[in-house]
């Protein structure tokens, strides 16, 4: 069962529902699995991605969930802002955020930083929370309460 899933009843469900949602979850959890950023960073990301890609429904739920793993009202309220009192954090957190709303990582300056001082190899573990966030924002506003069903969130496509 996934975190989302205590929350949200029938989201594994709704991601099942999905076309290719299921395995792409599988191949991104994976990955996380093998280099995981922090559990309070990865919380901050999924928040900045929910901020810039998600609808209201998302949003509110990257929220309660950062709130049931301790993350104070004020971080939750600066991840949605773009930022973290953790420079590190704050890095990430914008990168996300940015990489979220444009649904490219190559051409931003924040993905350069990201790998400036992360590293070429720890900045692409950041893409794949990034990922996996847009993919929860998905299927998170494909059950969202009130939904119409020809209504998206998003602005552009990710794919």
């Not at 290719?20 to 990865?42: F, H, K, N, Q, V």
């Not at 990257?62 to 971080?75: P, T, V, W, Y």
């Not at 790998?115 to 494909?142: F, I, K, M, T």
Request: aromatic share 6%; glycine share 6%.
């Amino acid at each position: 069962m996934h975190a989302i899933e205590s929350l949200v009843p029938g989201f594994d469900r709704a991601l099942e529902r999905t076309p290719g949602a299921s395995p792409a979850w599988r191949a991104l959890e994976r990955s996380i699995e093998e280099d995981a950023l922090p559990d309070r960073t990865s919380a901050l990301v999924r928040l900045a991605v929910a901020q810039h890609a998600g609808g209201e429904y998302s949003r509110w739920v990257a929220a309660r969930l950062a709130a049931k793993q301790g993350i104070s009202a004020e971080d939750i309220f600066l991840a949605t802002a773009g930022t973290a009192r953790n420079p590190r954090d704050a890095l990430m957190v914008n990168a996300a955020g940015t990489i979220a709303s444009k649904a490219c990582f190559h051409d931003t300056a924040a993905f350069r930083e990201l790998n400036e001082v992360l590293g070429s190899d720890s900045a692409p573990r950041v893409l794949a929370h990034v990922a996996l966030a847009l993919l929860a924002c998905d299927v998170l506003d494909s059950v969202a309460p009130g939904r119409q069903a020809t209504s998206s969130s998003r602005r552009g496509t990710w794919l």
